[in-house]
């Protein structure tokens, strides 16, 4: 069983918590798109990431000087977002750790794809970002592209399982590329609402599924889960598995309006 979810924009260096212990499976595609990004102007990098002056500034000069073998950090160590302030792998004990370490899986437009103890750098480049790269002989308008088979291979080489914790712009680099053998199980997290005419409502709430996907990595460890099916005990954040609502390829996990996170 392989776990996928979604990188966070804003990343630190933590050289002081764990040392980075393996370098990323696609480290010669990154270094592809850092010396392509390195060719780019301001105005144009501005655009890739979608940012404001300043938080272009950060960037830019970290791609000025950035190298991908030196002041590395774990990549579950290195993002900062609602997903891993839930997950908490800082306090992770020995046996949880080894756990994210074998089964856990970062998606990123950068690296492609990340194990745990993967050491990286930070990085501003999300999947969804336009491109216009030639590299040998192909040109490249966007990372789906640009990575194509390339994560979901790699992900269906080691295991048959994939419990899906990504965002959709992050899932749909790997979803449409798997093999039909290998199993792909989406969670999902909703609130339930009443509507006008006092019926049940659900909605996805984005910041709210943030919390619980990572809410559901630090479960996962803790519990030692290797079967789909113990994915259905899931209780964190006043969520509970809806049957009726799931199927083998989507995990319902429905919130009552009475519970409180």
Known sequence: ???????????????????????????????????YLKTLDRKTLQQIWKCNDAIADLNEGRLRT????????????????????HMSPSVFDDGQWQYVKEHL????????????ADGIVPYRLEMQAKI?????????????????????????REEDIIVNLASKEYS???????????????????????????????????TEAKMARGEMV???????????????TFDRLGYCYEEEL????VYVFVKRPDKAI
């Not at 991908?68 to 160590?77: G, S």
């Not at 790997?174 to 290998?182: A, G, Q, R, Y």
Request: aromatic share 8%; proline share 4%.
């Open 1 to 35: 069983m392989k776990i996928i979810i979604s990188p966070a924009k804003k990343m630190n260096v933590r050289e002081d918590l764990l040392p980075y212990e393996t370098l990323p499976h696609f480290l010669e595609q990154a270094e592809t798109l850092k010396t």
């Open 66 to 85: 950035m190298d991908l073998t030196k002041c590395l950090t774990p990549a579950v160590l290195s993002y900062e977002g609602l997903q891993y302030l």
């Open 105 to 116: 899986c970062i998606l990123s437009g950068f690296y492609g794809l990340l194990r745990a």
């Open 132 to 156: 216009d790269m030639r590299r040998n002989g192909v040109t490249y308008n966007n990372l789906y592209d640009f990575w194509a088979g390339l994560i979901a291979g790699k992900l269906a």
């Open 172 to 206: 749909k680099a790997v979803e449409s590329h798997l093999p039909p053998e290998t199993a792909f199980i989406t969670c999902q997290f909703v609130v339930c609402k009443q509507d006008k005419m006092g019926g049940r409502k659900l909605v996805t709430k984005g």
């Open 218 to 232: 630090r479960f996962m460890a803790e519990r030692s889960i290797e079967e789909a099916e113990g994915l259905k």
């Open 246 to 249: 799931s199927d083998s390829a």
